[in-house]
């Protein structure tokens, strides 16, 4: 049994200047508010009502307090009683990661109705002065959520990979408040120094992306057991949009490639949802495509998916 993709739906608040360039981003709320909307959409989309959803998996690594998880804030906001919700940080492979581990539940038979969320409130958590801008004018603010169950045909999920290499966790990453500091998670000095603003290498994140993603791709086609051509459309995620364009021409694929950095800043795990359902409900995504979902970043973790629509 496949897992399908019953329905999706996306939510991006209004553009807004983040170090120069035009970002969605969110003026109030917390994440799981900004996921809600996209939530709604896409049961709707799929006929289901709160009621019908059996596990929430929740895609996220700025959750909208230290703890509890932003699943459980979303979970009493969509009023789904008291199932099973969890947290997946994984970064900008989010998504793939949180699509696995609901893959599991419902080929297990676990559960018939998995909504997977994804979303990030990036925003209050850059720096937007001379010394932060490279790295604030990257990132945006959105959601979106789809509803998993099993697949009725042939279509649905037919492979999904996900890799994971924490020896270059300090490449990509914030590292202030940490649980490691003491007697005090940050001090004066810390937060002086913007230690508790992201960080990039940007030349180590640049060649980790471009030799990364075209591995993970034919790994799961091959899982997949198709070939490149037989793939409607790529919706690849990297934080650099520069890096997805390397990638499309080196595998020869640019006209098919959906690049959702490059159209909204880097939306970490929620880039490829937000992509995929964007073109899906714009039509120029339709039912029965095969898509590659593909992407890596902090941890570094990465993976990819081939699921038919």
């Known amino acids: ?13 209004p553009l807004g200047d983040a170090a120069g360039v035009k970002r969605p981003i969110a003026e109030t709320g917390g994440t799981s508010d900004l996921a809600r909307p996209a939530a709604e959409a896409a049961l709707a989309r799929a006929g289901a009502s709160t009621d019908e959803v059996d ?6 690594m700025t959750p909208d307090v230290t703890f509890p998880g932003a699943a459980c804030f979303f979970q009493h906001k969509l009023a789904c009683g008291t199932i099973g919700s969890l947290d997946v940080r994984a970064q900008c492979a989010g998504f ?25 409130v990036m925003s209050p958590g850059l720096e937007y002065s001379e010394r932060g801008a490279p790295v604030a004018r990257l990132f945006g603010d959105g959601a979106a959520a789809v509803v998993l169950g099993p697949a009725g045909g042939d279509g649905g999920l037919s492979s999904v990979v996900i890799h994971a290499d924490g020896r270059h966790y300090d490449r990509f ?5 940490s ?5 005090v998670r940050m001090t004066l000095e810390d937060f002086r120094e913007g230690r508790h603003f992201p960080f990039l290498d940007f030349e180590t994140v640049r060649q980790f992306g471009a030799a990364t993603l075209p591995a993970v791709i034919d790994e ?3 899982a997949a057991g198709v070939d490149r051509d037989r793939i409607d459309r790529f919706v690849l995620g990297h934080v650099f949009p520069d890096v997805v364009d390397q990638v499309a021409d080196q595998m020869g ?3 098919k490639v959906l690049n959702p950095s490059r159209q909204y800043g880097h939306l970490v795990a929620a880039s490829l949802p937000v992509s995929l359902s964007a073109a899906v409900a714009a039509g120029e995504i339709g039912p029965g495509a095969t898509v590659c979902l593909a992407a890596c970043g902090a941890g570094f973790t990465w993976g990819a998916a081939v699921v038919q629509l």
């Open 1 to 13: 049994m496949r897992t399908a993709l019953l329905g999706m739906g996306h939510h991006l608040p």
């Open 55 to 60: 596990f929430i998996v929740f895609a996220t």
């Open 96 to 120: 793939l990661f949180g699509l696995s581990v609901a893959d599991q539940f419902i080929r297990l038979g676990t559960y018939r109705r998995v909504l997977l969320v994804a979303a990030e």
């Open 173 to 177: 990453w914030c590292e202030y408040p």
């Open 179 to 183: 649980s490691r500091q003491h007697p």
């Open 220 to 222: 799961s086609l091959a």
């Open 253 to 255: 694929v640019s006209a």
